[in-house]
């Protein structure tokens, strides 16, 4: 195998130039370095003149085949192996290539699912490109992106934001374990477009349940409704991490009482109604609390969330009671709570304050 010592990014990228010349046609290799110019933008020297050349010309072009096409609604991921044969490079490692949409959480939520199965990550790299693709999923063009160019902007004329995740970890002949990964990989994706697809309507959610405390307040002290309109409101401002929201209703009568999934009101990972977050039944503990006078219930999910951080997520169930003060349903946000909660003074989280100054 070829090892290049470059002096400096651009020295690499001439080098790169030079060998995709010699096997390309000129506009083609002009694509791929202009790729590679910004897809090794950030990579580490060191890391590249640890690295083969012959490697990093491989997984450069193997990229590069691999964003082409890509269908516009689906995350579009590709473990193998690399051989000579097949694909014109080979690597000690597995590979893994990931073009999705660009999406907050993606790339934390991928490294994971890889590091919950114990596999070691030896490289991961990810860049966001602007392009504009065909109807069919054809890429037509990769626009070059500017330093200061703001991400968290819709993108214009026609032009979408796609991230590509570049991976390669512990070498793993076994097929079917191939295809798990990729599966799997899929499935978390899938999760996070839940997630944040509807981050706003859950946002919105929240805020009606505000509103409606006001407008049409439980027959309870109104303390209590005021401290939670206080400890919603405050979740909103950026201390939550929204990842569900869910209604529910009180069906049955006296020690038959049960709780129902209210309709088609799920948002995020509580949208379908086979997401592995939805309980299959509610614990006898539960229902056992069920009529307790309480507006506000904080519970913790049993299934550990694979977006953002491998934590178990919180509820958040506010009740909802009819006019003789009987419980009658429940509105439950899932989600995390965000970094700063953790050093923020509990004197200055509502429902927490008056906790610490009973204390």
Not at 33 to 60: C, H, I, W
Not at 128 to 154: D, I, K, S, Y
Not at 178 to 191: A, F, H, W, Y
Not at 294 to 310: A, D, E, G, N, Y
Request: net charge negative; glycine share 4%; aromatic share 8%.
């Amino acid at each position: 195998m070829t090892q290049i010592v470059a002096e400096n990014r651009e020295a690499f990228l001439q080098t790169l130039q030079k060998e995709l010349l010699k096997k390309l046609s000129h506009k083609e290799a002009e694509q791929i370095t202009q790729f590679a110019r910004q897809y090794y933008a950030m990579f580490p020297m060191e890391e590249l003149n640890e690295k083969s050349f012959d490697d990093l010309y491989g997984a450069v072009l193997s990229c590069w085949h691999f964003i082409q096409d890509k269908s516009n609604d689906t995350p579009k991921i590709r473990v193998f192996n690399p051989n000579l044969e097949e694909n014109g490079w080979q690597s000690t490692h597995t590979i893994i290539e990931i073009l999705t949409a660009n999406m907050p959480f993606v790339v934390d939520s991928v490294r994971m699912e890889i590091n919950r199965r114990m596999i070691t990550i030896h490289t991961i790299q990810n860049d966001v490109f602007l392009v504009n693709r065909e109807n069919q999923g054809h890429l037509t063009e990769l626009a070059v992106m500017q330093t200061n160019e703001n991400l968290t902007q819709p993108c214009q004329d026609g032009y979408q934001q796609e991230i590509l995740i570049y991976l390669e970890i512990d070498r793993h002949s076994n097929n079917k374990l191939l295809q798990n990964i990729e599966s799997e990989l899929l499935t978390v994706l899938d999760e996070v477009k839940q997630a944040v697809s509807d981050f706003h309507k859950i946002n919105q959610a929240v805020e009606k349940i505000v509103t409606g405390l006001d407008d049409n307040p439980p027959p309870l002290l109104p303390e209590e409704i005021n401290e939670t309109k206080e400890f919603l409101s405050w979740l909103i401002n950026d201390h939550f991490t929204f990842l569900g929201y869910e209604e529910t209703c009180v069906a049955g009568q006296n020690a038959e009482k049960i709780i129902k999934r209210n309709g088609s009101t799920g948002l995020g990972v509580l949208r379908d109604p086979s997401s592995r977050y939805i309980e299959s039944s509610i614990p006898n503990e539960r229902l056992k609390y069920l009529p307790v006078p309480q507006l506000l219930t904080f519970v913790k999910s049993p299934i550990r969330c694979r977006i953002h951080r491998p934590a178990y997520p919180d509820y958040i169930i506010i009740k909802e009671f009819d006019e003789k003060g009987s419980v009658i349903g429940e509105k439950r946000i899932l989600g995390l709570y965000t970094s700063p909660v953790y050093t923020q003074s509990p004197r200055q989280i509502p429902i927490i304050r008056h906790k610490v100054n009973s204390v």
